[in-house]
């Protein structure tokens, strides 16, 4: 089908053709020059055929005979797609110049060669590949010792080339955005500036809470930032008793004693704390003027990273306890266990709901399962006769506060972890029995 157009304006007036085979578009990463070179570096008519049939990728290689060479790959995509072949030409302008021209500058012969169903679009990195060395060279040095069990001398009289080439070059051969972490200098909360501490810069702690690293060698906070706004809560007061009768606590300890909520003892404890970025104190609050670290008692508050082992199915010793609930009360002499973490009770002065911290997500007591997998626990709050003794087995033996065990040892630590180990497993192995005894019984 041949239409002249005088304008391009009128082409949406062309005569589509019907009865023909769909055709296929290929999108090449490059200029063809010659056209038998591109369909040998898509390996021929009949891997277009294949990958249009088929609806499978098509490879594309742009050195066909090396075998190293990295192919990239197309998928095929639906499209409705017209092919057009447009014929520009020219019109020959009138002699007369002081005749005005009525007719057009150009004209354009169009054609409609067909629609186009299927496409397919190089979007991979074209260049992203590996080549190889000449037969003259070597990539691997001369002086580079090849380690056994090949033979050097044997391998090098064979002529063979040094080249050990990559089994993958990447998983992806597509750019895409990656995010770098942040460094982690930059969340250092006590930097020293002009003799002045600097507020917290970590965006999890809000209220302009004082934030300083183990390793801070200037002087520890001794009162609230002056940006920080005193409140009348009274609350406030009973916090203040608190961090005199002891000047480090966790936060979930604080909510458990004050029943507040997390909301408000994030804003309360700016005024009477600071906490530590780093070190065995690490995420517990610190009276403003105290310094753990230079004194030796503060070792009961330091900050114990314990998670129950795996071997330890707390999940299944639970449910078996909750089970046994529904089917019988518990026997007299049954242990009782508590599995709470948060729940919500409403009872504050302004009627919100507070959020009621159990004792299990911050203190240790024997047969009572741990709340979570991952607990912190205050060396003060692991409440068991045999446990302290082993966290004081080296009082008056103490030498330089470390960085990771603050007061303490990490034999000392290892011994901790490992008796609780053995409580933990035994008390979920109880709740299992207790279960099972329940069903027999029943």
Known sequence: VTVNYNTMS???????????????????PCVV???????TCLGGVSSITKAAKQECRLELRFRPEDSLCKPVFAK??????????????RIKQSSDMNQPTAQPLFEYDVHVLGIVDTQFEFTGLADFQVLPPDLTSAMIPSCFQISKPLDEAAVRSLGCVSFLPPCTLSRFDKPMNYSFRLDPRLEAAGIEKAGELSVAARWRRTGFAYGIPFDYKGSVPDKPHPDVQDTSNPKLKLMRKLFEERPIWSRPSIQAKL???????KSLLPLVSYHFTSGPWKTLWVKLGYDPRIHPE?????CLDYRVPKEVDIVEALNHWRLGLRRHKPSKGSTTYSTKVVQSTAGSEEGEEIDVVDETTYSFTPDVLPSQRQVFYQLCDIHDHKLQEIIHSSDGKEGK????YGWSDKSTYDRLRRSLNEMTKKTADKIKNEAVAGDRQL
């Not at 009128?10 to 090449?28: A, F, K």
């Open 10 to 28: 009128e082409l949406s007036e062309c005569v589509i053709p019907h009865g023909q085979n769909p055709l296929v578009c290929i999108e090449l």
């Open 76 to 89: 095929p995509e639906k499209v409705t797609n017209l092919v057009f072949k447009i014929r520009k030409r």
């Open 298 to 302: 503060a070792k009961q508050y330091q």
């Open 259 to 265: 029943k507040v909520t997390h909301s408000l003892a």
């Open 33 to 39: 020059g010659n056209e038998e070179r591109a369909l």
């Open 401 to 404: 506060c470390d960085e990771i």
